[in-house]
């Protein structure tokens, strides 16, 4: 059975754009080599946090949406938890949308 997920990630402020597209690269690829589809990455920007993380006062938001069966979700936050990019991250099993639900049912 698969599930959707959103993964919301923030990245230090002070990596540059080619920093950046790499370790945005690098999750993506993490979740397919461990079976994730249709994954949908929104790079949110540079934006001020409501407070001070590993003394960081800004952080570059990432937010992705895939489907998988589970098993990613451990595998990608061990990845984000051992970087230096990341300062954060939350991973988030999103309910099934109502219309999909309603077909399922009828």
């Known amino acids: 059975m698969s599930n ?28 397919e080599a461990n079976g994730a589809s249709e994954i949908e990455i929104q790079t949110k920007g540079k934006k001020r946090l409501a407070y001070p993380i590993k003394k960081n006062r800004d952080g570059y938001y990432v937010q992705v949406n895939y489907v998988s069966a589970g098993k990613e979700v451990a595998v990608v936050e061990r990845a984000m938890r051992l970087s230096e990019e990341v300062i954060r991250y939350l991973t988030i099993k999103m309910d099934t949308p109502k219309a999909v639900a309603e077909e399922v049912e009828a």
């Open 4 to 31: 959707n997920y959103e993964l919301m990630y923030i990245l230090r402020p002070d990596l540059n754009e080619e920093q950046i597209t790499g370790a945005v690269e690098k999750y993506k690829q993490l979740l």
